[in-house]
């Protein structure tokens, strides 16, 4: 009896010791397939030399706003290493989320009222799904409200909404956040916990960082091979 008591207990604290394991655990070396995706077809950036980074989000996301301030700091940290955008998706049909984003966005306020607009909606309860409520936020966080509303209600703004959509449907985007990296791949918070089990959304959002800089690392490499390889390619076309 006490051999099979010593013997369920053995196997408990290896159990635990599992669970350690996975909680401990960091996505050090992304799988592709497992930690992120890769584009069947790659959609052209317009970085340059640097690498473009796309948050596909959307202020009614709670998890879009957990991101965010990590998200902000990681974008600080990258500096001149990447060109990073932010897309406002289209679910649910909160038109008006995304036009405050794309008028901010226009503006070049986006950055500094990033913040405020989730706090607006997860702390203050403005839901933002109306003009009129977007119109109340305006006016509380004091921007110019004649301003704003000359942008929000302008031609530009519906055109950057119809490309806006587009973009959701090359990158093939079904949930948010999503983030894609050089317009070939793709993750997420979730993803890049896969092989850890069940952890925290703040454990999710910083693994999501780590891809992140796995991913950028990986594009800038690829960017720095391929450089050489144009210019020889050239040389002897020459």
Known sequence: MRRFTQAIYAVFLLGLGLVSAGAGASPAMPQSGVEYRVLGRPQPTEAGKKVEVIEFFGYFCPHCNALEPLIAEWVKKQGDNIVFKRVHVNFHNLVQQQKLYLTLEAMGKADEYQIKAFNALHVERNRLQSDAEVMSFVAKSGLD?????????????????NRTNQLLESYQ?????????????????????????????????????????????KAQKEKAGAAPAAAADSGKKK
């Open 173 to 217: 985007v079904d949930s948010v956040p999503m983030v894609a990296v050089d317009g070939r791949f793709l993750t997420s918070p979730v993803e890049s916990v896969r092989t850890m089990g069940r952890v925290s959304e703040e454990t999710q959002n910083r693994s999501l960082l780590q891809v992140l800089d796995f991913l950028v690392s």
């Open 145 to 161: 409200k004649q301003k704003f509303t000359d942008v929000y209600n302008s031609f530009a703004i519906q055109s950057k909404l």
